[in-house]
């Protein structure tokens, strides 16, 4: 292990390209430490060590950006906009035709869903910068959570309207920026650049999750938490690495004097085809009537109604058995929801009859259309369980170990961590073996 490492600092343009990386990433986190303009540090660091975090969406808002959104950094927004502009692009191909067209027209429509995708990362990073600095504006009361601590009434050193429009200017720029350097990774570094920086994002938490659980807990929990995420991690790659390999034939075909096909291949599917999709999107659905019901919380001397107490003693702080059972019961359903819309049996089908192939033993077409959904419906139920059971154990851990929601070895910074950490390391593997014949990985 440590010769094929060596290996790869040994090799030049490989050198190169993970030196760039590491150079992008300390970049990131840099920015990810500067205040936006008008904004008093002091204040916002007294606000944040009185809430302890933030919770619900907020808390995987802030874990995507690295903790920048809670200090109001330049890049505050962190990778957010564009995750959620990409999933809106991608489940507009099931709405508009063209954009369903666009992506089968290979490189080129592809480049032009990319253009796309960036033009509404702009847009969404606008809108979502407006409403951070509208809530800063307001206090840590609306941010933070916390009521009676006065550092955070004045979490901003100017609130006139030139000011403010600064501020949303310099948290749009940043998210451009964080987008760009995204592209420079893919293009001149080792692995996705986008998912790097997520990687990046979420690796910073990890240290000061694990010492809060040190200080709150003592040593044995402490190593007894991380002799747990190792088990974790090792299923949570066994089950990323498990794959439905359905057989495909090819049958000969003459085109001309040359015969083509007449190869086995096939069609892997993967227990967890949708990723971290579902945890997100269920995390969005559960914060909506908490944001409903912070917007209806009664004035002074006023009673509460009863659906806000409801709302707020049930699904606010995810301490409560009827938020984890909703909250899994919203990640099945995402899951079963997101698989349909990204692998189209009826398509896959299609395309096989076109070139010849078939799967022994089902007829072409239809029936196979059909038989690869009978696969995908069943292999996608035991996937759903696994992102349910994966995306609770911060939940539970918030109410064992007294961890926050950002707890490292569990839901949606786990999953992304295993699975970027996988994909960067097979394309260090294959450009090893490209150069060497030996790859990283025995």
């Known amino acids: 292990m440590f010769s094929a490492i060596a290996r790869v600092f040994r090799t030049p343009d490989l050198r190169r390209k993970i030196l760039f990386t590491l150079g992008i990433i300390a970049i990131y986190r840099l920015g990810a430490h500067v205040p936006t303009p008008f904004v008093d540090f002091g204040n ?16 995987l808002v802030n874990l995507f950006s690295g903790g920048a959104l809670l200090h109001l ?5 962190g990778v957010m906009p564009y995750i959620t502009a990409t999933i809106i692009i991608q489940l507009l191909r099931v709405v508009i035709p063209h954009f369903e067209t666009l992506y089968k027209e290979g490189q080129a429509g592809q480049a032009r869903l990319t253009q796309y995708t960036r033009y509404l990362t702009i847009a969404l990073a606008l809108l979502q910068s407006t409403t951070l600095v509208t809530v800063a504006r307001a206090g840590g009361s609306q941010l933070f959570g916390i009521q009676g601590v006065a550092a955070c009434d004045q ?15 310099t948290m749009t720029a940043g998210t451009g920026l964080i987008m760009w350097f995204a592209e420079l990774v893919t293009e001149r570094g080792v692995g996705n650049g986008m998912s790097i920086l997520i990687f990046t994002s979420i690796a910073a938490s990890f240290p000061a999750a694990l010492w809060a ?3 709150a807990k003592g040593w044995e929990v402490f ?4 002799a747990i995420g190792i088990v974790i991690i090792g299923l949570i790659v066994f089950v990323e690495q498990s794959q439905r390999r359905i057989p495909v034939q090819y049958a000969k075909r003459m085109v001309g004097r040359r015969t083509y096909g007449g190869t086995n291949t096939y069609i892997p599917i993967k227990v967890n085809m949708a990723g971290v999709v579902p945890v997100i999107f269920a995390s969005s659905v559960l914060y909506i009537p908490a944001l409903i019901a912070q917007f209806n919380q009664p004035k002074a001397g006023q009673t509460p109604q009863a659906w806000v107490v409801w709302v707020t003693q049930y699904l606010t702080k995810g301490d409560h058995p009827l938020y984890w059972l909703l909250y899994f019961l919203l990640i099945v359903g995402f899951t079963y929801f997101y698989v349909a819309i990204t692998f189209n049996p009826v398509e896959v089908a299609d395309n096989m009859k076109k070139y010849g192939g078939f799967i022994p033993g089902i007829r072409a077409g239809r029936p196979t259309a059909e038989y690869l959904d009978y ?4 292999i996608t139920l035991p ?25 490292p070895f569990g839901g949606t910074s786990i999953l992304i961590m295993v699975g970027v950490g996988l ?3 097979k394309q260090i593997d294959s450009q090893l073996q490209q150069r060497h014949y030996e790859g990283l990985l025995r």
């Open 375 to 378: 696969v995908l419906t069943r």
């Open 155 to 169: 979490l901003l050193t100017n609130d006139a309207w030139w000011a403010m429009m600064l501020m949303i200017l």
């Open 383 to 407: 996937g759903s369980v696994y992102l349910g059971l994966v995306a609770l154990i911060p939940l539970i851990a918030l109410s064992t170990v007294s961890a926050n929601q950002n707890f």
């Open 44 to 59: 916002v660091q007294q606000c944040l060590a009185a809430s302890g975090g933030a919770s619900g969406l907020l808390s």
């Open 213 to 215: 659980i040190k200080v």
């Open 223 to 226: 190593f007894l938490v991380i």
């Open 73 to 77: 950094s330049i890049f505050a927004l």
């Open 423 to 425: 994909e960067t390391v």
